[in-house]
């Protein structure tokens, strides 16, 4: 499974490892199967969203059929392929961020008669999927596109500006437990990441860049 590397997933890992019924590893990784069917119904629903934004004024609030049976087999080719499956059984990072990188997603997509959405909600799921794993930087590109599009907001104030640098790093504020965390000398603690030093290469990965690479 995974390396535990994901703040956000070591909170939710001890949260899971309370639940009053399994072993330790059936809780975890039921942890991973929440969070993939949670990634499954973002996925629908932002092909809904989308479908709504761009529909026309005077069409019907529901999508006609063609259009609801290519989201529904969206959804089911992402729920059925392999790294899916694979998420969803065992406990791993990328359950998490495909929940919260389609967050990020939903985030930029207008509502009802909004004709744009605020950069803070993306801001913020980005800041939390990058605390799961620095793959969330691969979503960057979609917000850029949703700004270029129009769907979300660019910050015209100060205001806007200071609100979205805010929510970025309260998403990425989960960071602060891993010296915490560390600070108790639990049984498995790979970095160890108590300095401010430690806690960088945490973040960079400097560690584990041998395992991407395949050298020892």
């Keep these: 499974g995974s390396d535990a590397r994901s703040v956000n997933e070591q909170v939710l890992g001890w949260l899971a490892t309370h639940l009053p019924f399994g072993d ?7 942890l991973s199967a929440v969070c993939t069917a949670a990634a499954i119904v973002v996925l629908a629903v932002g092909a809904r969203w989308i479908w709504s934004a761009a529909k026309p004024s005077d ?18 080719a992402f729920a059925f392929s392999a790294p899916t499956v694979t998420w969803a059984t065992i406990l791993e990072d990328y359950a998490l961020l495909a929940c919260l990188a389609g967050g990020m997603v939903v985030a930029m997509l207008p ?8 950069l803070a909600p993306v801001a913020f799921c980005l800041g939390v999927a990058l605390a799961v794993h620095p793959a969330a930087l691969f979503a960057v590109p979609a917000a850029l596109c949703g700004l270029g ?18 929510a970025l ?3 990425l504020a989960f960071y602060a437990y891993v ?19 430690e806690v960088w290469h945490y973040l960079v ?10 050298t020892s």
């Design 24 to 30: 330790v590893a059936y809780r975890l990784n039921l």
């Design 59 to 76: 069409a019907a609030d529901l999508p006609p059929l063609p259009t609801a049976l290519a989201i529904a087999a969206g959804a089911w």
């Design 111 to 118: 509502r009802g008669q909004e004709s744009s959405r605020p």
């Design 149 to 166: 599009l129009g769907l979300t907001a660019p910050p015209r104030r100060g205001r806007d500006a200071a609100a979205a640098v805010a």
């Design 169 to 171: 790093a309260a998403g």
């Design 179 to 197: 010296p915490v965390r560390a600070a108790m000398r639990p049984a498995f603690d790979w970095e160890a990441a108590r300095s401010l030093g």
């Design 205 to 214: 990965a400097r560690n584990r860049h041998h395992f991407a690479v395949g």
